[in-house]
């Protein structure tokens, strides 16, 4: 009788060994068992404070711990297919893997950031002025005025020790936008944003932004918009340092404060990776903060009342990264992950998202830029073999001197990205293609937008052309140089081509 229970007994203790040896001993050809998610991402903190996330993106991870969907999409040059990239594991990081072999040997652009959240708030690269009912906005530089897609493989990082790769904003024109944001903040309801940048690429242009935007890519005036806007812009003046700063673009102003200009006391706001920070309760209160992305807490640059005509807010349903609220091209940036919430996250909430970011272990940020460069330079018209002249602020630019003085010299900003801006020496003002390009080009702005801006083209005999950004025609030497240079041209002959002589800057 003693006999049958003790064989079970050893029988059961025979079968728990040999289970518990099959689990620790690895299977080879079998599908590994997937990594646990994380413990919690931003979105999930932000959840538990009471403020959820309604659109949150990320090139490097996931932004929920039960998140396994894409992060981004990528199309490629060579065969113009397209690849969304994922996550190694639910909660996890991204698989980067799959887009560095489906990238070799061609060039890829990013095409979507998917949002993490239920909302599925997807931002397309942005419609600018072509979609229906945007033409009150700027024009971008892809096809019927649409933006263009930032490159895919140009700002790799490493996060948790693996590669990765964010979004960068170089090139004039590079925006995401979805238009029909779901159950994201609207009208003077609270608003969270948070998003994770860095100043190794910023620009004094606007605008480089994150948030929430017109649904018409125009500017529908004071408070439609509450966007984080990174950059040295210092639209109201008075500025104290060189900048960048964390600033609210809350439309027809980017402000660092209720006044507009920086705290005096914060000269810059800098780091390889940099969390940026804005909240807006809609009526009485915004608020910036900003922090190293790879160690520390938050520093608050401000928090009080609303600029002058901001109160109440008048927020629509759009979501954009990379450009201003009317699709303003000229802002420059980095960006890694962010997030829009609904309420007015408590700065214990924003604490935890800023200790579950530098925990991320972001790194390895080496890409670098170069600055811009200037030159002084004359421009003889292959037309009529005469010098540009600028004689003042009134007259357009025409062809018509035989020789070189002030009035037939420039200073020319060559950006980073493959455009430059003119100035006039004879009266210190930024030459434009006036009227979205419909008047003749004339100096007489004193400082440099999207008119101001030019595309320099290289052309095989050593001659040059510029193509204006804002309707992407050629300048042209009118009526065999007679006429006012004036940008209306599709294609390049002899009347839009000039002979480029430089001297030093003085």
């Known amino acids: 009788m003693l006999v049958i229970p003790t064989l079970r007994r050893r029988t059961q203790l025979l079968i728990a060994f ?189 605008c480089f932004d994150f948030g929430s935007a017109e649904t018409n890519d125009s500017d529908d005036g004071n408070a439609t918009m509450n966007a984080i806007y990174y950059g040295s812009a210092c639209w109201t003046g008075g500025c104290t340092g060189p900048g960048p700063w964390v600033g609210g673009d809350l439309e027809n102003g980017m402000y660092f404060s209720a006044a507009g200009p920086n705290p005096s006391n914060i000269p810059s706001e800098t780091g390889s990776f940099l969390s940026a920070w804005e909240k807006n309760n809609g009526t009485t209160n915004f608020t910036l903060k900003y922090g190293n992305g790879q160690s520390g807490g938050l520093t608050q640059a401000y928090s009080g009342a609303l600029p002058n005509g901001y109160n109440p807010m008048k927020v629509q349903p759009s979501i954009e990264l990379g450009t201003g609220g009317d699709n303003s091209p000229e802002g420059a940036g980095e960006f890694f992950e962010g997030a829009v919430t609904k309420g007015f996250p408590t700065d214990a909430t924003e604490n935890s998202v800023q200790a579950n970011i530098t925990a991320a272990g972001y790194t390895n940020n080496n890409t670098t830029f170069p600055p811009p460069t200037e030159s002084v330079i004359s421009l003889k018209a292959h037309a009529n073999g005469k010098y540009v002249d600028a004689a003042n602020n009134t007259t357009s630019l025409i062809a018509d001197a035989t020789s070189v003085g002030t009035n037939e010299t420039f200073s020319m900003l060559a950006n980073n990205n493959g455009t430059v801006n003119l100035k006039a020496r004879s009266n210190n003002n930024w030459v434009t293609a006036e009227s979205n390009g419909n008047s003749p080009l004339i100096a007489n702005r004193g400082a440099a937008g999207p008119w101001e801006t030019f595309y320099l083209i290289h052309n095989p005999d050593g001659s040059v052309s510029f193509r204006a950004y804002n309707n992407q025609h050629i300048v042209t030497a009118e009526n065999a140089g007679a006429a006012s240079l004036i940008a209306n041209r599709t294609a390049i002959g002899p009347w839009e081509e000039f002979d480029l002589a430089t001297a030093s800057a003085g």
Do not use: H, W
């Open 18 to 206: 040999l289970l518990a040896v099959a689990i620790a001993v690895p299977v080879f050809g079998t599908t590994a068992t997937p990594a646990a998610a994380a413990s919690s991402g931003p979105c999930d903190i932000y959840a538990s404070g009471g403020t959820p996330c309604e659109a949150a993106y990320s090139t490097t991870r996931a932004m929920f711990a039960a998140y396994n969907g894409p992060l981004y999409q990528i199309q490629r040059a060579s065969d113009s297919r397209t690849l969304n990239i994922g996550l190694a594991s639910a909660g996890g990081l991204v698989a980067a893997a799959p887009q560095v072999s489906f990238c070799s040997g061609t060039t890829c652009t990013i095409t979507q950031l998917y949002d993490q959240t239920p909302n599925a708030n997807n931002m397309p690269i942005s419609p600018g002025s072509s979609c229906s009912g945007c033409s009150g906005g700027l024009s971008g530089p892809g096809p019927n005025g649409s933006d263009i897609g930032a490159n895919a493989m140009a700002l790799p990082i490493t996060i948790g020790g693996q590669g990765a790769y964010g979004v960068l904003v170089n090139n004039i024109g590079t925006g995401y936008r979805n238009n029909a944001a779901k159950n994201v903040p609207t009208g003077s309801q609270p608003e969270g944003i948070y998003m994770l940048t860095s100043s190794k690429l910023t620009s004094g242009s606007c």
